[in-house]
């Protein structure tokens, strides 16, 4: 451990042998990561994560029993200090964005390096999202295409989904460039600093572009800008 700092536990999850006795070895290789258990499917990591309380996990999606996108809907229902980051070989559309519905802050794909992994399990460790830089293009590509809005209702905040201003759901210009930040991966520190704002503001502006969009986290950000096309291009 550096610093003092607590280690960070982990939990792999992967229905291939090979594949997760490797991950096991590679991450005992990493400073301040601390494997504590191993499973094989989705229902063995539910009950892993029940008995270890995992800082995080890493979490393979095409598995037997129970699938990586339900198991992680569980984790995060049930055990909401534990994160998940999805290390799968799928990237299709389909599986990034049903595992961030689920409620996973990180995706990786399996050609991820050992830093790759380390970097995502210290980002969601601390709340923020990691999303390999390859599903992020997928994102952009398939979710940025305009698509055609309905007509504008009266009230203050329109319902979800309606467009106003270029902003969905009655985003402020502000709370755009903030979505906008999040989604290119920056910390509440490093928008603070980009937008020459405080934190405690920066924070303010998430709170209530999470509440007028009905976010329930970052990664969940992440995949709604890139859905409005609020996030800007790689």
């Known amino acids: 451990m ?15 042998a090979v594949v997760r006795e ?10 301040d990561i601390e494997v504590v258990g191993s499973a094989g499917d989705g229902e063995a990591a539910l009950r ?25 809907g569980r984790i995060r229902a049930g055990f909401p200090d534990t994160q998940v980051v999805v290390l799968t070989t799928y990237s299709d559309d389909e599986s990034v964005f049903a595992a961030l519905r689920a409620g996973a802050r990180g995706f990786l794909t399996k050609d991820a390096d050992a830093d790759d992994i380390a970097r995502a399990v210290a ?8 999303l390999d830089p390859t599903v992020q293009r997928r994102l952009l590509d ?7 809005q309905p007509p504008a ?20 210009p502000r709370e755009g460039e ?43 950000a992440v995949s709604y800008a890139f859905r409005h096309g ?5």
């Open 48 to 72: 892993l994560v029940e008995e270890q309380r995992p800082d995080v996990v890493l979490m393979d999606l095409r598995m037997p029993r129970m699938d990586g996108v339900e198991a992680t």
């Open 142 to 148: 398939t979710m940025s295409a305009p698509t055609r």
């Open 178 to 220: 903030v979505l906008a930040l999040i989604a290119d991966g920056l910390s509440n520190t490093e928008i603070a600093g980009r937008l020459y704002i405080s934190e405690a503001t920066v924070k303010t502006h998430i709170n209530n572009l999470f509440a007028k969009a009905g976010l329930r986290d970052r990664a969940q």
């Open 2 to 16: 550096t610093g003092g700092a607590r280690m960070t536990r982990v939990i792999v999850v992967d229905d291939q």
């Open 22 to 31: 490797g991950l096991v070895l590679l991450l005992g290789l990493l400073p």
């Open 153 to 172: 209702t009266t009230g203050t905040i329109p319902p979800p989904g309606i467009v106003r201003d270029g902003l969905p759901d009655g985003l402020t």
């Open 123 to 130: 980002t969601v460790k601390r709340g923020d999202a990691q």
């Open 230 to 234: 609020v996030a800007r291009p790689l």
